[in-house]
């Protein structure tokens, strides 16, 4: 049957390492593999996806090649570890945008002006406040639960916006 696609399981990605496969013969006509300049989390795949987009590689959905990525419940103790790695993958998003100076780069990225906006809405709006003060007293063993996620969420994105600003 034809891929029934929802928003569940779309993903405005090209080429996501968690599941995907290439004949080694389209890696070497745009060169390789991963770009090895970045050094911190993420991004990689994604711009090794555009390349082989640039070069006409086809993508096929196959919807009976599953995937189990696998993530426990985040704990008390992993929540400055989170926003580490969202500051990080946001200095990592300006060498994407570098490397791949495409609207495709910045949409992956969430780095243009309507995202900037939302994120500097709900700034506003106390949001990034009320999900810190939620954080602030979990027990580093504690298994965060359902609202705790969605404030870690949106901590993480907050540092992940503020590091994309700063770092520019």
């Not at 590689?57 to 090649?65: D, K, M, Q, V």
Request: proline content about 6%.
């Amino acid at each position: 049957p034809p891929p029934i696609w929802t928003l569940t399981n779309y993903s405005g990605n090209y080429f996501w390492t968690t599941n995907v496969s290439v004949a080694r013969a389209q890696l070497d006509a745009v060169g390789g593999a991963f770009t090895e300049t970045f050094r911190e989390y993420g991004w990689e795949d994604i711009e090794l996806g555009l390349r082989l987009r640039f070069a006409g590689t086809r993508s096929t959905f196959n919807p009976r090649a599953l995937v189990y990525h696998y993530k426990p419940p985040p704990r008390g103790a992993q929540i400055e570890g989170t926003l580490r790695q969202a500051r990080s993958q946001a200095r990592t998003a300006h060498e994407l945008e570098h490397l791949q100076p495409h609207w495709r780069a910045r949409l992956a990225t969430g780095d243009y002006p309507a995202a900037r906006a939302l994120h500097r809405v709900g700034r506003s709006l106390g949001g990034v406040d009320r999900a810190r003060s939620r954080l602030a007293l979990t027990e580093p063993d504690a298994e965060l639960d359902k609202r705790e996620r969605a404030a870690l969420r949106t901590l993480a994105r907050a540092a992940y916006y503020d590091e994309l600003e700063r770092s520019k």
